[in-house]
């Protein structure tokens, strides 16, 4: 069952430090570095901007579609992203990568692939698609999706895998693929799309892939990453979500998953949700417990459009800095400049980035403020405490004891972080500590003296420590950790807060927690040094700052106020309401609206179905809600009949927000219709949508209303499936000087025959966010 209206459209390495001989952890020390003693190999960002600003690929290109990112060991961001025209004018690359330090600046590494060395099994026409970065077990692996094999007789899609030994290449593809064509009940082939590593905390590795024609699956692979193993595991069900990307935080693991269409220029809705699972197998289900496999399918929103010029922010990647936040990557579309050559071409898909809060439990794009288009703080891969790595002359941060000064109390050597200059030492507080290690031997991490906290990795044993010792309190925790070759780097983070110490350590430093070890009360430090210690562990990119806290509670979102009016449907008249191509069939009787649902629709050049249109309360902030009932049913295919309330200018420009039948999913869409030329409305028209709640036989729909400075109307959607716990998503905009009413709809399928039923229309006075593209 494929639904047509989804349509898919180089670096020198530092020198590491290596640890000779034993710290003791003792206070605060005054220690000066030897004659000739070198930094500790760390890498810090060059001088940078404190801020960025959306789309941070401008600088390098127009479209930028599909990204993955990852932390090379030599400092950098590496951005990889899918095969379209790197600027207008361009032909298509075979996917693309740059690199930044400070999302600001980029150098522009050319294409992973070129016709000599593409992979030898995909068509000369296959398109190549959504690249993820990973590194496993010590070199780096690039998955993608290769449209059109050799293997089959065309559209076979399937995933493919290359290596490389840098984050900037070469890149050298397997001979096979990784996930193979996979052929569909009654024909065709399964959409075997947008590949998304990850390796659990006991070493196992697994792929995630697929998209809305046979939905999202998961399957373990081999140590290497390049093979599968065992039989394929379903996430998602069909129909709903494609560009699948799964994180640990906690003892949760999320799927996150991008819904409704790419690439449908000023009107894509793309728009990305989440479930989470104790299993990285699943099952998935949102924050109200719904499953991302039912029929009325769960998923709770992560990243979705706000009304500024952003629209169609999905496909994602998640990265996090030295301080611990994390920050979500991903494509949108400038509605006021959708295209990136003419109209109805190639959509122009730049890069952005933003904070991703967790809040509650979820993971939340600037706590639910989505896309941002004004200057924001930017990631850092430094310390934000004063602190070079590279010159402790200077700076007194990490310096590597050889021959010289000793611990003057144990007379031991090694690399310390801190001097009797309390400015160089490890703030008090909530702490993060970040770095890279090889090797096999034990490597011991340790800061403060009340209480003093100690992370050991001890690859030799297997083991991961974490302890907090408390004026003689001491609380410890230790887990496994998978064993890696001796060769290959992995990433430790100790993170000390009001909550607990923890100690991850990563392959790809991309929440794929290898091991994770967690000790449960207060575990801030006081300002002391911190210590690294070892016999002969390689070090490299050690990085020291308080920890980052995420937003304590979601964004404000429309709240309604006084009621301004209500339409409660005891006057068969309907006065006050006016109809666009009246249906006699629809009655009134028992305080409710009747509408058999009709076999037309408003999408298109068709205009056949009918309208029930009121006047607005006019310009200012005001919520329009109505209660609907219509019961579609589960997992039957009833394509589209529908029931929703829609922001109304004309047949070729109208916002609709409706529960609907999409193949065997039940989904609350809010479409939007104008033209697809911004910058000729009376030209072609096009039409997209987004995602906004979880679906219910009976639902509450609503619309909050604001006219911006510059006179749009924004309208933004709310569902709730009890009328008193509302789920706010997408906002569409109208232009300057449009005034549109709210109507009521029911239409997309007369079969099987089904009434619609609406309870109310009110109006309630309302307060609008203040501006959610900026902060």
Known sequence: MRPPTFLRARAA???????????????????????????????????RDTAYKNAVSDPFSDTFADPSVIRGRDGWWYAYATSDPLRAGDPPGLMHMARTRDWSHWEYLGTVFNSGNRPSWATPTAGLWAPDIRYVAGRYVLYFTVTDTTRGPGDDSAIGVATAPSPGGPWTATSAPAIPPRPAPG???????????????????????????????????????????????????????????????????????????????????????????RSPLGPFVDAEGTSLMASR??????????????????????????????????????RTNPWLTTTF??????????????????????????????????????????IDPTDPAAGGGFVRLAEGPTDP??????????????????????????????????????????????????????????????????????????????????????????????AEVTESDLADVAARVHVDGDARPDAAPVRLSSSRAVVDNVVVNPAAADAPALAPVPQAGALIESEDFDDPSLAGFTWVRRNPAVTVSGGSLHWPVEGTDLVGGGNTASVLLHSTPGDGDWIAEAK????????????????????????????????????????????????????????????????VGTAAPTLWLRLAHHTSASGEQLYRAGTSRDGVHWTWGATWTFRPGTNPRIGLVAHGGASPAAVAEFDYLRFYASTWPSDPGAG
């Open 409 to 502: 109390v144990t007379g031991a050597t090694g690399l310390v972080h801190g001097t009797a200059s309390s400015a160089s030492a490890a703030p008090a507080g909530p702490l993060h500590v970040r770095l890279d290690h090889r090797g096999t031997e034990p490597l011991r991490v340790m800061v403060g003296r009340n209480p003093s906290v100690k992370v050991t990795l001890d690859p030799k044993g297997s083991r991961l420590t974490a302890q907090v010792d408390d004026g003689g309190k001491v609380r410890s925790s230790t887990t496994t950790l998978p064993m890696l070759p001796a060769s290959a780097w992995r990433t430790l983070t100790v993170e000390a807060t009001a909550d607990g110490l923890t």
């Open 628 to 691: 609907t009932t219509l019961d579609l049913g589960v997992d039957t295919v009833r394509n589209y009949q529908q029931v929703g309330l829609v922001a109304y200018e004309n047949d070729d420009d109208f916002a609709r927000l409706s529960k609907v039948a999409i193949w065997n999913t039940r989904q609350t869409e809010f479409g939007r219709e104008t033209a697809a030329d911004p910058k000729d409305p009376s030209g072609p028209t096009s039409y997209g949508g987004a995602i």
């Open 187 to 277: 024909g065709g082939y399964l959409w075997t799309f947008d590949p998304a590593g990850f390796t659990d905390v006991n070493g196992q590795r697994f792929l995630y892939y697929g998209s809305y024609f046979g939905g999202l699956w998961v399957t373990k692979m081999s140590a290497d990453g390049l093979t599968p193993v065992g039989t394929a595991t379903q996430v998602a069900i069909d129909n709903r979500y494609e560009g699948s990307y799964v994180v640990r935080h906690g003892d949760w693991y999320y799927l996150m998953g991008s819904a409704a269409n790419c690439c449908a220029g000023p009107t894509t809705g793309y728009s990305v949700f989440a479930g989470r699972s």
């Open 13 to 47: 390495r530092r020198g590491a430090a290596c640890l000779t001989t034993l710290v003791a952890a003792v206070g605060l020390m005054a220690v000066a570095p030897a004659s000739g003693a070198t930094g500790a190999g760390t890498v810090t960002a060059a001088p």
């Open 297 to 334: 399918v769960g998923g709770t929103i992560t990243l979705t459009q706000n009304g500024n010029r952003f629209v169609g922010a999905g496909h994602h990647a998640v990265v996090t800095d030295a301080e611990g936040r994390d920050y979500i990557a991903y494509h949108a579309i400038d």
């Open 345 to 386: 071409g190639i959509n122009r898909r730049p890069m952005l980035l933003d904070r991703l809060d967790w809040v509650d439990g979820w993971p939340r794009t600037r706590a639910g403020r989505g896309p941002s288009d004004t200057p924001q703080p930017a990631p850092t891969l430094a310390s934000s405490i004063g």
